[in-house]
């Protein structure tokens, strides 16, 4: 028995939490095959093998999910399992005549197996309404509609490429969804309503001027407060961060921003972030219906007209942002040229371009 | 169960993907847990969020790790006025035994809501809504049993890394024992926020960067080789004989036009000077090429989210780093203490490394922190005519000495 108040032990030594196989290969592993989607296959140069099987999950897990976790990896893993940084749970099998019936319990136990290679992989998201003060719309619901739609996907590895989508439910962008194939995010369009007694009484004031991106925030000397300019308010939420009395929260006119074409691998092009699709869908609970089709629509445009191992944003760089807009049937609207600081460099300096009908 | 009806969150628990909502009602025996569930019923209703700031909150002798969070009407949802996040660090790589699992859930049992999040955004173990008074008995507990917090606020946040060698033919070094080693070394950076804003880390074995380092980490630590790609004759051979265009699909699409394939002799080469190990070759043929052998890895700088003034992705500052596990990475460990020095002398409040090189310039990091500009630190060198001197650069001319 420790002693209490012990402090600055660090996390669990990963060695303890190796199966016997991994440590076995450790930095041996020879080659990988995807033999079905949620299914990979490792060989060794040592000549072992080891299955991983991936189940999705909603990320929000009760203990008691995380005991039948438990089960299953002792009962098929030697009592061994890992996340992965989408979300997913892997089951690490080291005899191949478990992987059948592995999937077949994470299956009835309703934990779909899928999400490697050219499937759709989980997505990766933020708190929302759960437990964020700041969040414009919820994350696990918007996800979990989604997910229901694109559910094939995650079970069928014959997309053109790689799917990443992910969620963030404000503009602090948690786990920075900027750079995937496709990312939807909550946004404000109003600015935040001050409330000035509180600004007077919980905020510092120079902090919340600097934290505003365009300069549009003054201070009030009269009230002992701050002033918005509203023609310099982007709605980014960023004052409310740092002074609760500068409330943005407005369900009416908040809402979702869809953006495509991002990706973080470095394999044949670098990384990049993904450009504004659709403005803004309506934040409509349970189901955000109008958010759902949206990228459904996204998705099988990209399906249809992507060739064999392009990205979201290979497509696109392709075919041209303007062909993009026309295939998707999405207007192109004011809202997607860019008026922030680096905006320059986004304008079309070249008079090579394609017409659109 | 409450009575409470929850038409909202009940349309939820239909469809295939496994549903959040059945997760919350599984631990509804919890009267916290149950009045979340009705607290997140009422935010369906009035489609907004009914949580206040943090307050200050915590355990002793750590400023960070717990995140404070308060209803905004406590008086109709007494249950969850207090419901605070804990963020316990995850083993590198989030490896995990079934007994390290269920003892998590124990504790989280007898302390907290029973929810988690496996893992949150950054990679902690992220205990979901708690009262104050059992942060501490908590955190205890969780010592007591080889747990211990991550980062929250003005700190390192938790470093993370990919599944590197434990489970990667591609991984150029040992991205869990760094991850693991840079945890332990910098505990107190981790635990004790006293910087101008967040600072991450996150380690990628390679350049496929499956933790996305490039996009949201402020220091990015990405695998690479110096020699060359590694070709297993044979196995090209299978690939091309099991109809494999290999052509199309590998040598097309490689970014310098580095690679070949004969058809005839089904022979695949590598112009390895002029590769840029960008691992897609690797990516589409595993059986037949592999990382090199002389590895380490690229240090990058200033990736983050949009927050305040645009999101940037990390860019290049030491191209090849041998990262050299015998001396504890001291090499690597040198270069972030000066790092964060230079940082955290500079930087206005919430401003990240990112935005504090671009309001200062990128000579005077490279300067500061005692690095020497490279060509490949820029897409391109700079196309206006700005630039400054230093002044031991420039011909000195003493008072009065006028011709």
């Known amino acids: 028995m420790v002693a209490k108040g012990r402090t600055d032990i660090g996390p669990p030594h990963y060695e303890e939490m190796l199966p016997q196989i991994i440590k076995d290969n450790y930095g041996k592993w020879k080659y990988f095959e995807r033999i079905k989607p949620g299914v990979l296959k490792h060989v060794s140069e040592t000549g072992d093998e080891l299955y991983t099987v991936r189940a999705g999950s909603p990320r929000l897990l009760s203990i008691t999910s995380l005991r039948e976790f438990a089960d299953i990896a002792d009962k098929y893993c030697n009592g061994h399992l890992r996340f992965t940084s989408r979300h997913n749970v892997e089951f690490l099998v080291d005899d191949p005549e478990k992987v059948e019936p592995l999937i077949a319990e994470l299956e009835e136990r309703g934990w779909p197996v899928g999400g490697t290679g050219n499937c759709l992989n989980n997505i990766i998201h933020t708190q929302g309404w759960i437990h964020c003060h700041s969040a414009a719309t919820d994350a696990s619901g918007p996800v979990k509609a989604v997910m229901d739609e694109l559910f094939d996907y995650f079970k069928t590895d014959d997309l053109p490429a790689k799917l990443k989508i992910s969620m963030a439910c404000c503009l602090n962008m948690c786990g920075a969804v900027h750079c995937s194939d496709i990312a939807f995010v909550g946004i404000h369009r109003t600015i935040p309503k001050i409330d000035d007694e509180g600004v007077a009484k919980n905020c510092e004031i120079p902090n919340v001027i600097a934290a505003c991106p365009t300069g549009a925030i003054r201070p009030n000397p009269k009230a002992k407060s701050v002033s918005v300019n509203e023609e310099k308010c982007m709605y980014c939420g960023n004052c409310y961060t740092v002074c609760p009395s500068m409330k943005i929260i407005d369900p009416e006119n908040d809402g979702l921003a869809i953006f495509v074409g991002g990706k973080v691998s470095n394999a044949r092009s670098g990384p990049s972030f993904s450009r504004l699709a659709i403005p803004w869908v309506p934040n409509n609970p349970p189901r955000w219906d109008e958010l759902v089709s949206a990228i459904k629509n996204l998705v099988e445009i990209w399906v249809k007209n992507a060739k064999k191992g392009e990205r979201y944003g290979e497509w696109i760089e392709r075919i041209g942002w303007e062909k993009f807009f026309e295939i998707a049937e999405l207007p192109f609207t004011d809202k997607h040229i860019d008026d922030f600081i680096f905006s320059v460099p986004t304008f079309r300096t070249t008079t090579n371009f394609k017409y659109t009908k | ?403």
């Open chain 2, 1 to 403: 169960m409450s009575d409470k009806k929850r038409p909202l969150l009940d349309e939820l628990k239909k469809g295939p993907w496994p549903s959040f909502v059945k997760e919350m009602e599984k631990q509804a025996g919890n009267k916290m847990t149950e009045e979340a569930i009705d607290l997140l019923e009422r935010s369906y209703e009035d489609k907004m969020c009914h949580w206040k700031h943090g307050g200050i909150v915590g355990v002793r002798g750590y400023g960070g790790g717990v995140i404070g969070r308060y209803c905004d009407i406590p008086e109709e949802f007494p249950n969850v006025q207090e419901f605070h996040t804990m963020r316990v660090n995850q083993p590198s790589g989030w490896f995990y035994t079934s007994d390290a699992l269920r003892n998590l859930a124990d504790i989280w049992e007898k302390h907290g809501s029973g929810l988690t999040n496996m893992h949150g955004a950054t990679g902690d173990a992220v205990l979901l809504g708690t009262t104050t008074d059992h942060l501490q008995p908590c955190f205890d507990e969780l010592a007591e049993n080889g747990w211990d917090l991550g980062g929250s606020g003005s700190d390192l946040r938790t470093p993370s890394c990919c599944v590197g060698p434990a489970r990667c033919n591609n991984a150029c070094f040992d991205t869990l024992h760094l991850c693991h080693n840079l945890t332990n070394e910098y505990q107190d950076e981790l635990h004790r926020p006293m910087w101008p804003y967040k600072f991450k880390i996150k380690i990628s074995g390679c350049a496929n960067d499956c933790v996305s380092s490039i996009a949201r980490a402020d220091l990015s630590i990405i695998g690479t080789w110096r020699d060359s790609i590694r070709i297993d004759a044979e196995a090209v051979k299978e690939y091309a004989a099991s109809g494999m265009d290999i052509q199309g699909l590998v040598v097309d699409k490689c970014p310098t036009k580095a690679c070949a394939f004969d058809k005839e002799k089904a022979e695949f080469t590598v112009d390895d000077e002029n590769c840029v190990r960008c691992m897609h070759c690797i990516n589409k043929m595993p059986k037949a090429l592999r990382i090199g052998k002389d590895c380490g890895a690229t240090i990058l700088i200033g990736g983050k989210a949009t927050i305040v003034q645009s999101a940037f992705l990390s860019w290049v500052i030491v191209p090849f780093m041998k990262l050299n596990k015998e001396d504890g990475y001291a090499e690597l460990k040198d270069l972030l203490e000066r790092i964060w020095e230079w940082w955290d002398e500079n930087a206005k409040v919430r401003e990240r490394i990112g935005e504090l090189i671009y309001r200062k310039g990128m000579r005077t990091f490279l300067k500061e922190v005692g690095l020497e500009p490279k060509a490949q630190m820029v897409h391109h060198p700079r196309a206006n005519p700005y630039f400054f001197w230093w002044p031991d650069e420039l011909v000195q001319k003493e008072e009065g000495d006028e011709k």
